[in-house]
């Protein structure tokens, strides 16, 4: 079993342990989450799915909680930081 | 188009932390159809996260080791946003689920509460929970500088964690007094096994600076925060940090069963001792009945699955036990009550709601909660309030009652398939 998988943050390569979600990837890679409404970064407050200031595009998909996510392999990470 | 799933338990239990396991096992038991429903990718709730591979023998494998052995059907990754006639609506990243049951156990579990101040939504400031959740979840914070925030024991498990992740804790800062803090120490020895875990804490948080009376004024940063202004004794100082982590205690999660017509006093979903509702055949278990921890929640969710499985005697047995338990309700209640002076932390410009970016001076306009959702759209984001609407409840006073499906932002094929005879009455 591997003990750690490799996804891209804005194209940028990063590597975290097996079973990380995607948020932990974004603050691995030094990202920003989401730009609020009024023009904000964020980055994740509850890290257990309900304030949803973590999201981000994954595999094309938008607005998914990236704290509610395991990191995959060659998963594609998009966020609007 | 998503497919529609199908599920038809005797007993589903929603929420697969310790309360929910708890009952998924007792309800087990009896050889019923069980399912455990969890919004999150693997069941644990935010206790027992990630300790699918926890030491043997800790008291989270021998609970996991249960379940994975028991009939037990587990919905990971599945998120409940209705409930009405005997259904629940659910949806996973692939399908809509649809649930119909024979009894309901609702284990939602609580959140933290978080207080809005100068700085709280740069990145970095995050939960006390919020960052331990981080860490289970792989966060690397080796060598980075962390303060520790807000009230109640989560502060210590969080600060032992992080210093066993190699974080360095700068200190805890503890908003209630010195007093009621060794009130609190005192007492919580005296309830089976927290003597042990207190001293444990101890142990592991020797050398870390513990301060009462104390609490973040501001937080500052370049996109991220560097400083947090603390308050301590009446003084403020300033410490620098490259993470902020700040809760102030608990909150329940009582949206579903509001949703599912549950009566509700003080905020608390009300129960009997057999852990029933008001609504027939709906059980609640865990921290929505009261914030009261893992032990309590454990009983109550045994208690629960017992009786919904008509095991009364099962369930009669473990009523001394859940007694002992429902003592720490009373003691957090007393030793963590939030002080006033929080009230005033939050500027003019401080925004309360943070999907909507709804400043305090825009609530300060509006007499309740519901006239600050329709003219401020406070609370009317993503997070369904779940984030501003228990802090407006502390900040204003307001009385946070209403509830209105969906519980969760879903994909508009979930709901669709929601059936259309949901709306009529059946017999």
């Known amino acids: ?81 | 188009m998503d497919s529609v799933k199908q599920l038809r338990f005797d007993v589903a239990v929603v929420g697969a932390g310790p309360a929910g396991i708890a009952a998924a096992l007792a309800a087990a038991d009896s050889g019923k159809s069980i399912g455990l429903v969890d919004d999150n990718p693997a069941a644990g709730g935010q206790i027992w996260r990630g300790a699918q591979s926890a030491p043997r023998k800790s008291a989270a494998s021998i609970w996991f080791d249960r379940l994975n052995k028991s009939a037990v059907q587990i919905v990971p990754g599945a998120r409940v946003f209705h409930a009405a006639n005997g259904e629940l609506a659910a949806e996973s990243d692939d399908s809509a689920i649809q649930i119909t049951y024979g009894k309901l156990i609702l284990a939602t579990g609580a959140r933290e509460l978080f207080l809005p101040f100068p700085g709280w939504t740069l990145p970095n400031v995050m939960g006390a929970g919020g960052l331990q959740a981080l860490l289970k979840s792989g966060l690397d914070i080796a060598g980075k500088r962390v303060v520790i925030a807000g009230t109640g024991p989560l502060l210590f498990a969080v600060a032992a964690y992080a210093r066993k992740c190699g974080a360095k804790v700068v200190g805890i800062c503890e908003q209630t007094t010195r007093s009621r803090m060794v009130r609190f120490g005192m007492k919580m020895l005296l309830v089976p096994s927290k003597a042990p875990e207190a001293l444990r804490f101890a142990y592991e948080l020797r050398g870390i600076p513990h301060w009462t009376d104390c609490w973040p004024v501001a937080a500052f940063g370049n996109r991220r925060v560097e400083i947090v202004r603390i308050s301590r004794q009446g003084q403020t100082s300033e410490i620098e940090c490259d993470y902020l982590a700040c809760g102030f205690h608990l909150t329940p999660n009582v949206e579903l069963p509001r949703m599912c017509g549950c009566r509700l006093q003080q905020g608390l979903v009300e129960v009997d001792e057999y852990q029933h509702t008001s609504v027939a055949g709906t059980y609640c278990a865990g921290e929505p009945t009261g914030i009261g921890g893992l032990e309590l929640a454990l009983v109550e969710g045994e208690i629960a699955g017992y009786a919904a499985t008509n095991w009364e005697d099962r369930a009669k047995h473990l009523f001394a036990k859940r007694a002992q338990y429902q003592k720490v309700v009373r003691i957090l209640k007393d030793a963590f009550p939030l002080r006033p002076e929080l009230k005033n932390l939050a500027r003019p410009d401080t925004l309360v709601c943070r999907c909507e970016d709804v400043p305090h001076e825009r609530l300060c306009e509006h007499s309740s909660w519901r006239a600050a959702k329709l003219h401020a759209r406070c609370g009317m984001g993503p997070c369904q309030g779940r984030v501003c609407a228990p802090a407006a409840e502390f900040l204003f006073g307001w009385e946070i009652d209403s509830v209105r499906p969906p519980v969760f932002p879903v994909r508009c094929s979930s709901l669709a398939a929601i059936p259309s005879r949901s709306s009529a009455p059946r017999n």
């Open chain 1, 1 to 81: 079993m591997s003990e750690s998988v490799s996804v891209r943050v804005n194209g940028k390569p990063v590597t975290v342990r097996a079973g990380a979600t995607v948020a932990v990837a974004v603050l691995e890679s030094g990202a920003i989450c989401r730009t609020s409404v009024s023009g904000q970064p964020r980055s994740p407050l509850c890290g257990m799915g309900t304030c949803f200031e973590c999201r981000v595009a994954i595999n094309g998909e938008p607005q998914r909680r990236s704290c509610q996510v395991l990191c995959q392999s060659n998963m594609e990470i998009e966020t609007h930081g």
